[in-house]
């Protein structure tokens, strides 16, 4: 097997072997743009190394030689000689864009020798050692720094400080030749100290390098990164070996990022940042604040005018938004990476229905690009429209969104306060953000950086992940040690909340009410488009008219499960079914205080049915157990003991805490609920039932339309179904005999049982439609509980035993068996019979495609995530 490309040998269809860096460059330079030469070591030798122990394969060597040799001759220079060195850099570059998360190093093939050499020749001495000071760092960080005990790039940061500070100078830029001599001795001196010597072999230097690059796919920033955005573990990173090109020469140089459009906005603009006299990590670590390419406009319109040219034919080329890495050499420019870039949600819809006005793209391809998930962005919350709020300071708009939260300095506090998104709301303030703090950036609400662009790592992760982020807020100074930033005079200590408007780069003293935000334009006509091509119904989870109507808005075509009890938790409701709980065997207390409800429930469905406009509902009848009504038992058993150590005694408290353990049960998920429920105390769905239609009833008297699925859950044999329904259809024909109108109710089930599932066909004879409770059907067809998962599925899925959490996306394997085994036993007694899905799983891009697949006639799943189902439901049509 081939290991080895040239960039001439590959194209941009490679991805797999070269990686998404090398099959770019490859075919960047096949179209003529000018992008220095070098060559790719394939993702297999990645996957080689690893299945080896770590070690490179044998000949690999020899392979690199020749294509090396290739490079030497194109730019009549040799890798090592000290009269007239190549230098390299080698850059990792997996299928996947993952950006920042694995190491590069630069310079490579400097050497004492080779330094002496160049400046003999006639370099600049202020360049050679600026290089060769990036390089032992570079190098020493990535190949040395996981294998010896503290050696960090940290450590070599700092030095570089304090050589700054016994100089007395602030800029990199100040630091003299000389100077940065002693600083690569310093750097020497300090590896050596670790017990490394810094190799001066550049072969030896280039073979730590391929293998660190290698290595670096497995750090820990990198395993996060994978996890988060289900990249696979095993497709291994590419080694890119390229010429270097010099954007720290001199003034004439530098390096930048661009994107051919707003990668927030989506504006048709080019957008970028640069340094003069710099080198590209610079620029992405966001070390020193660069400039707006706008600038370079003014600065020197030649090459910025060549690079916009440049934007224009990638992104004919490649049909996409492109994010650019550049150097300027000596005036001449240089492309060093494409790939199509990470955008908002928002900039993602607005790019792929321009590209579509711009006969770039078609409908299709527009609706095919953009990751449903991403959509949750497009309503991202914004502050509430004429809150009145303090702006303390401004920084660059890296992610938009609002964010409100308690400010925390360090990565993993905010990791371990922010947890899950359940934790507490935090905000991460950091002067700058390294890939090392991604797991806090996740948990937080927002991020705030005191340096750092628009195109630094941070900003690109921010907007990846819909964090609302403001980089490159200079006006406040962040002090890690001391947990607190100062801005002037204010100071903003740990624990303190502030807010950010990430769209405007606003830092805000203190919580602002936010709000989620409306359609666009924009939106509005992509998701029309996904409408067209879409063939399975979208509906939504909703509790309440205000729910239904935001259900609407977003896109639902009807109410795929309303929760009848979470009627009975709110408000005056609640004292009335727990006195109907505590006195539950008494048929008077019983029919007195459902009649109560009656009234409440049927206000309830009336407003749900006059939000849908005619649109359908499945309402689903009570389905918990009813100690789930009651308070806690374990806190109620300490209250009464408490009491009573204090020789008091509440007959109230009493009466409930005996109430609550009669009604204990040790396992609840398989206890008195559902059906059974229903079964036991008939009276409590009777008067659902009747809430439902006379609810019903009322809208269609005045003239409305009103269509209610009446849906019983839990179901695990026919006969369950039989004796219910049987109860029920009475009170059905008697509302309607006693409101004298038809109403077009039907009866169905749930299918959330295993057993259900398997006698479907006997099920179906008795249900006119089914909905799939996958969250329910998930946990009893694994048996895992689904309130007590997390200990174990988080292992799980680590350690690859499961390949996601099933409650997040469909266990096809499994649960989707099941699916499909009730779906064909039930079109076998009922053809036509309604099928849908109301669990979690219905909002979930994967588990909608399946459900595509499997012939279900709509999903259902929360009003936000509408969008996100309509657009899944459109790409698994085309
Ligand atoms: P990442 O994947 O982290 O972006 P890259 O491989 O793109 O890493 O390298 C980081 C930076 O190093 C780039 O932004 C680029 O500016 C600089 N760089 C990489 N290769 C070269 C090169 N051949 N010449 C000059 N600079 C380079
Ligand atoms: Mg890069
Ligand atoms: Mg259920």
Not at 578 to 587: A, E, G, R, W
């Amino acid at each position: 097997n081939k290991r080895v490309y040239l960039f001439r040998e590959g194209d941009k269809s490679m991805r797999d072997l070269l990686g998404g860096k090398g099959a770019n460059l490859a075919e960047m330079s096949n179209i003529g743009l000018p992008v220095p030469p070098g060559f790719t070591i394939t993702t297999e030798v990645c996957t080689e190394y690893y299945a080896s122990g770590k070690k490179l394969p044998a000949g690999l060597m020899e392979e690199i030689e020749t294509a090396l040799k290739d490079v030497e001759k194109d730019q009549g220079k040799t890798l090592g000689d000290p009269n007239n060195p190549l230098l390299l850099s080698v850059r990792s570059g997996a299928k996947f864009s993952m950006p920042g998360m694995m190491d590069t190093v630069l310079n490579l093939g400097l050497n004492d020798q080779v330094a002496e050499g160049m400046i003999a020749k006639g370099a600049d001495p202020r360049f050679v050692y600026d290089s060769y000071r990036r390089l032992i760092m570079m190098l020493s960080d990535v190949a040395f720094g996981d294998r010896y005990e503290g050696i960090s790039k940290h450590d070599f940061e700092h030095q570089f400080y304090d050589l700054k500070a016994e100089l007395g100078v602030k800029e990199d830029l100040e630091v003299s030749a000389d100077k940065l001599k002693e600083l690569c001795e310093r750097y020497k001196a300090y590896v050596q100290s670790k017990g490394v010597t810094f190799p001066q072999d550049a072969r030896e230097q280039m073979k730590e390098a391929v293998e660190a690059v290698f290595r670096s796919w497995n750090n820990e920033r990198a395993i996060i990164y994978r996890r988060r955005e289900k990249i696979d573990d095993a497709i291994g990173t590419a080694v890119n070996i390229q010429a270097m090109v010099f954007g720290n020469m001199g003034d004439d140089c530098g390096t930048g990022v661009a994107f051919t459009r707003n990668a927030s906005t989506g504006d048709k603009e080019v957008f970028g940042e640069y340094l003069m006299n710099a080198q590209g990590e610079d620029v992405v670590a966001g070390v020193r604040t660069p400039l707006d390419l706008n600038e370079l406009k003014l600065q020197n319109p030649i090459i910025y005018n060549e690079f916009v040219n440049f934007c224009n034919v990638l992104e004919h080329h490649y049909k996409d938004m492109q994010d650019i890495e550049f150097t300027i050499e000596r005036n001449k420019l240089f492309i060093l990476q494409c790939r199509s870039g990470k955008r908002t949600g928002t900039a993602a819809v607005k790019t792929a229905v321009d590209m579509v006005h711009e006969c770039l793209i078609t409908k299709e391809e527009a609706i095919a690009r953009v990751n449903p998930d991403l959509l949750n962005q497009v309503l991202l919350p914004v502050i509430a429209p004429g809150t009145k709020y303090d702006v303390i300071a401004k920084g660059l708009p890296a992610g938009p969104g609002a964010a409100t939260g308690v400010a925390v300095f360090d990565a993993n506090r905010a990791a371990e306060m922010g947890k899950g998104g359940q934790g507490q709301r935090v905000i991460l303030v950091r002067a700058d953000t390294s890939p090392d703090d991604l797991a806090g950036m996740l948990a937080a609400q927002g991020v705030l950086t005191e340096r750092g662009g628009m195109t630094s790592h941070a900003a690109l992760v921010a907007r990846g992940f819909g964090i609302p982020t403001v980089a490159g807020c200079s006006s406040i100074r962040v002090d890690a040690e001391k947990r607190q930033f100062t801005i002037g005079d204010v100071t903003i200590k740990e624990g303190d909340y502030i807010s950010l408007n990430g769209g405007l780069g606003e830092v805000i003293h203190g919580q602002v009410p936010v709000e989620d935000a409306k359609m666009t334009g924009d939106f509005g006509t992509f998701m029309g488009w996904a409408d067209e091509f879409r063939k399975m119904g979208v509906r939504a989870n909703a509790d309440s008219p205000a729910d239904v109507r935001k259900a609407i808005e977003l896109g639902a075509e009807g109410v795929g499960l309303t929760r009848t009890e979470h009627m009975f938790f709110e408000g005056d409701r609640r004292p009335v079914v727990v006195s109907m709980i505590l006195d539950i065997d008494n048929p008077e207390t019983r029919a007195a205080k459902l009649g109560e409800l009656l009234e409440f429930q049927r206000e309830d469905f009336k407003g749900i049915f006059e939000a849908l406009e005619g649109r359908p509902a499945t309402i689903r009848l009570i389905d918990p157990p009813l100690h789930e009504f009651l308070p806690n038992l374990t806190e109620l058993t300490a209250e009464v003991a408490v009491d009573k150590a204090a020789g008091k005694s509440d007959a109230a408290k009493e009466t409930m805490l005996r109430a609550a353990e009669s009604m204990h049960e040790i396992n609840p998920m398989l206890g008195l609920r559902g059906v059974r429920l229903s079964i036991v105390y008939p009276e409590i769905v009777a008067m659902q039932v009747r809430a439902i239609l006379e609810g019903a009833a009322s809208v269609i008297k005045a003239g409305g339309k009103a269509v209610p699925e009446i849906m019983i859950p839990l179901v695990g044999h026919v006969n369950e179904l039989t004796t219910i329904k049987a109860d029920l259809e009475k009170t059905a024909k008697a509302v309607e005999a006693e409101q004298g109108v038809s109403i077009p109710y039907s009866f169905g089930t749930m299918i959330e049982v295993p057993r259900g599932a398997l006698t479907a066909d006997e099920i179906a004879v008795e249900a006119e439609f089914f909905s799939f409770g996958t969250n329910d059907l998930t946990q009893m067809t694994f048996g895992f509980s689904r309130d007590d998962s997390d200990k174990f599925l988080k292992p799980y899925v680590e350690r690859k035993i499961l390949p996601g959490d099933p409650f997040e996306s469909i266990d096809r394997k499994g649960v989707g068996q099941l699916m499909q085994i009730a779906i064909d036993k039930a079109k076998k007694v009922r053809p036509n019979i309604k099928l849908g899905i109301c669990g979690e799983h219905g909002g979930d891009p994967s588990s909608v495609q399946f459900c595509y697949e499997i012939g279900l006639d709509y999903v259902s799943c929360s009003p936000f995530r509408v969008p996100i189902a309509r657009l899944a439901a459109a790409q698994a049509a085309l």
